[in-house]
């Protein structure tokens, strides 16, 4: 461990899911560094990434993982969700085939992942609203109908990103601790 891990209280492990080309590697990048990739190849995908969170007196270290591409070839496997506490599950508002996947993407969580976890429903890139094809409603009642906390992101304009992710980790916060 090196001298940041020995000064965190907790670390909580979550993952990010959803079709390829969703954003889910540039949301992770804009709340891990803060940066944004208008053409981010599925190749240079990282494993995961890290960001100490303060809530309330507890230092958090969110280890969130990515899926490198591996959606692409449907070879997400049971280690990517073993031992996470969270997953955003990400559509894109553009694009009606990646919210119509989201029950693929339940079904999967509920066969790997663990029965408690902590899941944000997130319909992203909200700043293309002209080509919009998934209205906000219909995210927010799927959430609901699955016992799901729902948010609209911007990678690109960084809107509610860091409210998706603090969300997640605060909710795993009051579950585990
Ligand atoms: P992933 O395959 O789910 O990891 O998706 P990426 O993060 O690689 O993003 C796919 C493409 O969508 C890239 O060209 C990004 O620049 C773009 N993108 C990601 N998030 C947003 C967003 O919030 N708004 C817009 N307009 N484009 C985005
Ligand atoms: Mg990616």
């Known amino acids: 461990a090196d001298l940041f891990d020995e000064e965190c209280d907790y670390l909580f492990k979550a993952v990010l899911i959803g079709d390829s080309g969703v954003g889910k590697s540039n949301l992770l990048s804009?709340?891990?560094?803060?940066?944004?990739?208008?053409d981010s190849k599925p190749t240079i995908?990282?494993?995961f990434a890290c960001r100490n969170v303060k809530v309330r007196d507890?230092?958090?270290?969110?280890?969130?993982?990515d899926t490198a591409g591996q959606e692409r070839f449907r070879a997400i496997t049971s280690s990517y969700y073993r031992g996470a506490l969270g997953?955003?599950?990400?559509?894109?508002?553009?694009?009606?085939?990646?919210?119509?996947?989201m029950k693929k993407w339940l079904r999967e969580?509920?066969?790997?992942?663990?029965?408690?976890m902590v899941v944000v429903l997130v319909g992203n890139k909200s700043d293309l609203i002209r080509s919009r094809e998934v209205a906000r409603e219909e995210g927010k009642n799927l959430a609901e109908a699955e016992s799901?906390?729902?948010?609209?992101?911007?990678?690109?304009?960084?809107?509610?990103?860091?409210a998706a992710f603090l969300e997640m980790i605060t909710r795993i916060h009051q579950i585990t601790t």
């Open 30 to 38: 804009r709340f891990a560094r803060g940066e944004f990739y208008l």
């Open 45 to 47: 995908g990282v494993e």
């Open 58 to 65: 507890k230092l958090i270290k969110a280890q969130i993982w």
């Open 87 to 101: 997953a955003l599950m990400v559509y894109d508002i553009t694009r009606r085939a990646t919210f119509e996947s």
């Open 109 to 116: 969580l509920r066969d790997f992942g663990n029965p408690d």
């Open 148 to 162: 799901l906390c729902f948010m609209e992101t911007s990678a690109l304009e960084n809107l509610n990103v860091e």
